[in-house]
């Protein structure tokens, strides 16, 4: 994730957004009263603080904001129909917060090397049994080529926390401008904490390669043998490199594409062209209902 690493933000380029100084009225400093209370009156605008937070030239400022922003992002993503209807079982999975009960034997290694050393638990090495319905694969798309900070990338985090909910065991992210970055495999695992982490240092820059991500996608879930494959496209879908989107969006199972309202006009028409879902959202807020009605229809 190195070469996708944004630049810090000083607090004087912090405090140009009104709100900041109740949120962080000193360095190394964050409210979390006053962000709720920001968040009950415009949740879009208290989403696309913290996710600018996350980025704060202050150490301590920024970490404070990573771990709320972790911890809020994947709490919105439980919103709306977070599993595929079906018939499930219990099985052991990777940890992810809620998603059942600590299989003490299959983690019993990790458990005990950590409390020897001394040091926190790997979370990637801890096991859970829960019931999951296996048979759909997604992987993520997230358009970093315009601005990636404030909305933008509150609405990718929320989006990845959302797909790893819905798809915990089979689901890869890829952040894409004029090049691809995986910032989750199909076939490796990592915890959804880490990759909404991972996705909170994402800038952006360049132009927008939309064939070759949709072909990215098509090799990363090229992967998996579940039954049904869904490529999610989060994107104004408005290309600026070479390349031929729509045969590449042919050659995918599944589409389904989430734009911003107002910035729709070439994702109405690729979503029409092809066949493919679409669902428009004002704010990030509004991701994860948007991404699981889609995922379901």
């Known amino acids: 994730m190195s070469e996708a690493a944004r630049k810090t933000t000083s607090r004087r380029d912090l405090s140009r957004n009104e709100e900041f100084e109740q949120i962080s009225p000193e360095v190394g400093e964050l409210d979390e009263d006053a962000f709720d209370e ?35 992002f994947l709490d ?19 940890f992810r917060i809620d998603g059942g009960d600590l299989d003490v034997d299959a983690s019993i290694e990790e458990l005990g090397e950590a409390r020897r050393a001394g040091r926190p638990v790997d979370p990637d090495a801890i096991r859970i049994r829960g019931w999951v319905t296996p048979g759909t ?10 601005s990636m900070g404030g909305k933008p990338l509150a609405a990718a985090a929320v989006a ?16 894409f401008s004029k090049e691809c970055i995986v910032v989750r495999s199909q076939d490796a695992p990592k915890s959804s904490e880490r990759v909404v982490s991972d996705i909170l240092t994402l800038r952006g820059h360049g132009t927008t390669d939309l064939a070759g991500a949709l072909q990215v996608a098509a ?27 729509y045969a590449a969006a042919r050659s995918l ?45």
């Open 38 to 72: 920001l968040a009950a009156e415009d949740l879009d605008e208290a989403l696309a603080l913290l996710a600018d937070l996350t980025g704060a030239t202050d150490p301590k400022l920024r970490a404070l904001a990573h771990r709320l922003a972790g911890r809020l």
């Open 76 to 94: 919105l993503a439980k919103r709306g129909p977070a599993r595929p209807k079906g018939v499930g079982k219990l099985q052991t999975q990777r």
């Open 137 to 146: 694969a997604i992987c993520l798309l997230l358009d970093r080529s315009g």
């Open 160 to 175: 990845a926390a959302a797909v790893a909910s819905r798809s915990p065991d089979d689901y890869s992210v890829v952040a």
């Open 219 to 245: 090799r990363q879930l090229s992967r998996s043998r579940a039954g049904r494959k869904v490529t999610v496209l989060l994107s104004d879908c408005r290309a600026t490199a070479p390349g031929d989107v």
């Open 253 to 297: 199972d599944e589409l389904v594409i989430v734009a911003p309202e107002g910035d729709d006009a070439e994702a109405l028409k690729l979503a029409g062209e092809i066949g493919a879902r679409l669902a428009l959202v004002s704010g990030p807020s509004q991701v994860a209902d948007a991404l699981m009605r889609v995922l379901s229809d």
